[in-house]
């Protein structure tokens, strides 16, 4: 497909505002500067349709649920321990969560939560932004579509309003054009999971390489920001069963180091979704276990990685 073609998507007619998918025309090539063009033709309306199917068969009966009981709890416990400095605007955070848990009134029938915590502005359950690295290419693997599907449920059954953005430095164009048509942006440069984050954000990172775990904690790496992180990623705790304790320590330092402290939830399997979410846990840090660090627990040296690393693509790399 050529990087100047352009590609029409079309409004579907008769649905509701928070399943609409976007309306665009423009050229592919300004999706991501960094991603480069399809070698065949894609068919992306049926990849399209798939990951919808995968969606509605497989992850929001049997697997998201577990993940949005997670997700409550991380939230409710953000809640209870936020601080009250107000903003700029005269806002506390404790004061932004609350009111995007209220709102019940503009919620639909769907909803299957609990009132507390039910629902945010336009209708969605939570007001969090979404961050995906490393899902690979949607277009050409299966495991991808699939971890695609339930990046899908996650953003629009149950965080419907919520931005949404995804960032793989192997995404080709039509990668691109599929997570812009579930309403995703696409990240425009490689921030190597170095992303310090302002609010509550899950991030979405399955089968991901322990580099890019570590690069996030130390992108915030102060009380107020780790326990606003929600991560869905390889299970720390395996790692810390697998790797020697010295490496782990030396290269994956603030994945060692918050360890301790991390409340981690294992995926519920099944057959239908054991590849692609095998060693998947859900990930947060209540900052009730962050207020007591001493200073020096709170030294960040930035991480570096051997060139040999395969685990992490960085800014410079060729590949
Ligand atoms: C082991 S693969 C996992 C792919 C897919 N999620 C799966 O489960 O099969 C790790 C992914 O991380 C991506 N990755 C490497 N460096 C990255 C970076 N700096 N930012 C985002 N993703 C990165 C790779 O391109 C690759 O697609």
């Given at each position: ?33 960094a ?8 068919d ?21 649920q ?16 936020m601080?009250?400095k ?10 932004k ?14 909803c ?28 050409t ?9 339930l ?6 059954r ?24 579930f ?7 490689n ?29 915030n ?32 330092h ?34 009730l ?31």
């Open positions: 497909m050529a990087s100047e073609q352009f590609v029409e998507v079309k409004r579907k007619k008769g649905r509701s505002n928070r399943h609409q998918e976007r309306s665009y025309q423009q050229p592919l090539c300004s999706l991501n500067s991603s480069s063009a399809d070698s065949v033709d894609v992306i309306s049926r990849i399209v349709r798939r990951i919808r199917e995968l969606r509605d068969e497989v992850y929001a009966k049997e697997m998201s577990k993940v949005i009981e997670d997700v409550e709890t991380w939230l409710i416990n953000l809640d209870a321990s601080n009250t107000p903003d700029k605007k005269g806002q506390s955070d404790k004061e969560l609350t009111n995007s848990l209220d709102g019940c009134e503009k919620h639909d029938s769907e299957t939560q609990k009132p507390e915590i039910c629902c945010g502005e336009n209708g969605s359950l939570f007001d969090v932004d979404i961050v995906c690295y490393g899902l690979g290419c949607v277009t693997c299966p495991i991808a579509r699939e971890q695609t599907a990046l899908l449920e996650l953003k629009e149950q965080c419907a309003e919520s931005s949404c953005y995804c960032y793989d430095p192997h995404f080709k164009l039509s990668d691109c054009h599929i997570l812009r048509q309403g995703s942006d696409v990240i425009d440069r921030e190597e999971g170095k992303r310090p984050i302002t609010r509550p954000t899950i991030f979405f990172m399955p089968h991901c390489g322990k580099a890019l775990y570590n690069n996030l904690l130390w992108a790496w102060e009380t107020d920001e780790l326990s606003k992180l929600f991560i869905i990623g390889n299970s720390f705790s395996a790692m810390n069963e697998r790797l020697p304790q010295r490496i782990f320590e030396k290269e994956y603030f994945i060692f180091k918050i360890l301790p402290l991390v409340l981690e939830e294992p995926f519920l399997l099944t057959p239908h979704t054991e590849t692609a979410f095998s060693d998947t846990s859900c990930h947060w840090i209540p900052q276990n962050l207020v007591s660090k001493p200073v020096d627990f709170w030294t960040r040296p930035e991480p570096s990685y051997s060139e040999e690393d395969v685990e992490i693509i960085c800014k410079n790399d060729k590949s």
